[in-house]
């Protein structure tokens, strides 16, 4: 089994990508800004080239100086970003938030709200918040976990910004060493390895550190959930201390996404009947009993089910085509957007979102990440062959909850407003880089020259989506 990712690979997936640049560029004008050109070639530069030396270098050493080597390197080149962004923010948009900053903005005044009143001593949030309107905005009760949290470190550090966005740096360092412990359990040293050097260097996750929005924070308890939830089917013995946390985790989901904490406790569910009895031996019984009435308990409580359930029932039969309209038919909308829906997100949603390399008005932060999710689009073609040898040789039933929680979040996007935003897809693709390193490490020749037609495939996807872009609009 290869144990790094091969210059093959990482070689052909830049040249691919500067050919696309200039290729769009020439077909359809409209080229983006030079400043989103240079974001994209470092971002996919950075990722490749990076992936390929350092799983090579740092496979030669020892477990604890990998992990000190892994933490270290993800929280430097997290906050030299976030010290950059900060005053590359204020210089291109003049405001340090960032482009269309609406929800980094309400999360803002609502964390100044709540550290005024960690000061006062008065801790009513759900009232005092609503008195300023912002529950009739759309924030609920299961998006208020980051306010309060951003608003502890709004009272430590006096509002500070900057700092909050630091924290988000140590979050997203400390989830790089749990996707790699946890993905060493299921896969091995060298898997492990190779996972956690895409984490590190994945665009995505560096970008989210630089603004006040919940996704770091928010993958940083999913990881954790299925981390601790992992070990503990995995043990031969139940520790009380262990599913604590498993319950812990998953409940405190509820306060940043409620259908995250559904997808969760799904999947752990489904774990449990199905994974392999070679692997959860004593005490799953046990384990499962108390997980599935807490879970029928939480779901169906008075508070979940007024307030969020019916809602979230509600969106997912009735909203999609709506949303899909309005897209459409809002000012600077594309026009092509109401022929979209699951039944063309289900083929590609291991795959997109696609990459926005055409110069789009308000579409800043797509342009910002575009060379994110072109790597997206590449890694998503070992991921496929990890789902299909794992399938194929049946032991899918040794990783049933990465699998399940991966495969289970991917239904509820298909079904959503939200599949084609690189924003929603934040909480499984750290899974999806996992099954990609594993997807790696079975490549044989015969995979090389399906690379190759796959690379042909995202080439004309990305021609593809270009025009989609551009038409829709009238461009």
Known sequence: MISYFPKFFSSRAIYLYLALLLVVTALFG??????????????????FYLSSQLTIEWGRCTDRLFEKKLFSTSLIIRVVYVVFSYFFYIEVSGDFMGFGAADANTYHLLSIRGAEMISSGQFNFKEQFDSLGFFSRGVDISDMGFPLLQSIVYFFSGNSRIISRLVNCLFSACTALYVYRFSKRNFGENIARMTAVFFMLMPNFIYYCSVQLKETVMLFITVMFVECADRLIHEKKIELKRMLFVLSYGLLMFFFRAVLCYVLFISLFVALVLTSSRLARRGRNLLFGLVTVLFIGVVWGNLIREEIVWGQYQDLQTDQQNNLEWRAEREGGNQLARYAGSAVFAPLIFTIPFPTMVDIPDQENQQMIHGGNYVKNITSFFTIIAL???????????????????????????FSNYAQSERFH??????????????????????????????????????????????????
């Open 388 to 414: 299909i040898s794992l399938l194929m040789t049946r032991k899918w039933k040794e990783h049933v909850l990465p699998a399940a929680f991966f495969i289970g979040y991917l239904v509820v996007l298909v």
């Open 426 to 475: 934040i909480p499984i693709l750290p899974f999806s880089l996992m099954f990609a390193a594993y997807g790696v490490s079975l490549i044989t020749n015969k995979h090389k020259l399906w690379f190759q037609y796959w690379l042909l495939l995202i080439f004309v996807a990305n021609i593809g989506w270009a025009w989609f872009k551009l038409r829709g609009r009238g461009m």
């Open 30 to 47: 409209h080229p983006m800004k030079w400043y989103w050109w240079l974001f994209g070639v470092v971002e996919v530069i950075g990722f």
